[in-house]
């Protein structure tokens, strides 16, 4: 099925929203079938190179769901100012 190919895109989604690692592995391991996540699918997503994504800073330009960990959209100022959620 699809589901680690989804959550492999949303850990990288909740890395961007500055979620920890262990966070965005619990909720992968939630949903795929045998309830953990491997080392090279944590490995990927720890290497994931987010610093390298390209956000406008404008917020009307973005998912109004995005969250920064501070309240406010994500924008490309807030990738380099990430932190433990």
């Not at 895109?9 to 992968?28: D, G, T």
């Not at 079938?33 to 190179?49: C, H, L, M, Q």
């Amino acid at each position: 099925d699809g589901g680690v190919s989804s959550g492999m895109c949303i850990m990288c989604l909740r890395m961007l929203e500055n979620w920890s690692l262990e966070s965005a592995a619990n909720e992968f391991s939630r949903y795929v079938k045998d309830g953990s996540i491997s080392a090279a699918e944590r490995n990927y997503v720890t290497s994931f190179p987010i610093d390298q994504v390209s956000l406008p800073d404008e917020p009307e330009h973005l998912a109004a769901w995005l969250w920064s960990g501070n309240g406010g959209p994500i924008t490309a100022s807030a990738i380099g100012n990430r932190r433990n959620v």
